[in-house]
């Protein structure tokens, strides 16, 4: 257990390291949420370097910047497998997030429908390998190129597909509940 969070670590710090040196943004630097707008009623603090959210009917935390073609990681934390967060990106409507209005890259381990489980892109990338992340800290890194999007958990490629409606928008960090969301060293670099 100690092995492999000490492994996700590492790699986050990789991946972080990765995108500052290639000219990333940091869009949560672990003290200031000024980068973003909460919509829902979704509790979102800061804890320990980490934006949380551990009650509220739902919400997100959205960037007040649009992005188009970029490279997003982000280190997330679920208390549980029931527990459902995500990452939206690409969103056209800011008081109406869905799947139907942004791509939805999901953080949620014990999704009934399991072809978009932790790391699929809702309605448009199926889960090539599934990945465990409940109860720990993990990575992820979106890409987002024109049409291609492809989606990696703690170094494990989980979802590849193409889509043309969304070009550009605001991205999204979830609170869908029960239980406790962490996201931390939230950075993107433009393409």
């Known amino acids: ?36 707008e909460p919509v829902g009623d979704a509790n979102w603090t800061i804890v320990e370097g980490a934006v949380q959210a551990t009650g509220g009917k739902g919400g997100h935390l959205v960037s007040k910047e649009q992005f188009g073609d970029f490279e997003l990681s982000a280190e997330f934390w679920v208390e549980s497998p029931e527990t459902n967060s995500g990452i939206f990106i690409r969103c056209q409507d800011k008081s109406s997030i869905s799947a139907k209005t942004c791509y939805e890259i999901n953080i949620w381990d014990g999704r009934p429908e399991q072809d978009f489980a932790t790391g699929g892109i809702v309605n448009v990338a199926k889960v090539i390998t599934p990945v465990k992340t409940a109860g720990r800290w993990g990575t992820i890194v979106i890409t987002a190129s024109g049409p291609k999007m492809s989606v990696a958990v703690n170094g494990t490629r989980t979802a590849e597909g193409q889509h043309t409606q969304f070009a550009r928008g605001p ?17 993107i670099r433009p393409l």
């Open 1 to 36: 257990m100690k092995r492999s969070a000490m492994a996700v670590t590492v790699f986050g710090m990789l991946a972080g390291a990765a995108l500052a040196q290639g000219g990333a943004k940091v869009l949560f630097d672990g003290k200031s949420l000024g980068a973003w």
């Open 171 to 187: 991205i999204t960090l979830q609170y869908g509940g029960p239980g406790t969301v962490r996201f931390r060293n939230v950075q």
